[in-house]
């Protein structure tokens, strides 16, 4: 188990993975609710106090509660988040086997 820092770049290379786990592979071990609930968490670390109303990335965070560390960089804004929430995450790209053709969005 990691118990270091988590950084937003690389918790995205990680969702990455869990999207092409899903689409390419046909497998039991990652469901579409594992992947929803990381890009969730995700996604309110993109915001400042967990508040949708205040955007702010910091550089990395506690990998234990999820806080942005106070020395890290803030407004340490990748274009990663955006890449992937347009493009790979809601197949806007081609997926190089035809099998699994996007990722369920939950019903709101």
């Not at 188990?1 to 770049?9: L, V």
């Not at 400042?48 to 804004?77: A, M």
């Amino acid at each position: 188990m990691w118990n270091g820092p988590a950084w937003p770049h690389a918790t995205c290379i990680i969702l990455d993975i869990l999207a092409t786990a899903l689409r390419e592979y046909d497998q039991r071990y990652v469901t579409p609710e594992h992947f929803w609930h990381m890009l969730d968490r995700y996604t309110h670390l993109q915001y400042e106090n967990d508040d949708l109303n205040r955007p702010l990335v910091t550089e990395y965070y506690d990998g234990q509660s999820g806080s942005p560390d106070p020395t890290g960089c803030p407004d340490y804004f990748h274009s990663t988040y955006c890449d992937r929430s347009c493009g790979t995450w809601s197949d806007c790209s081609p997926p190089s086997r035809p099998r699994w053709s996007s990722i369920r969005f939950p019903a709101a």
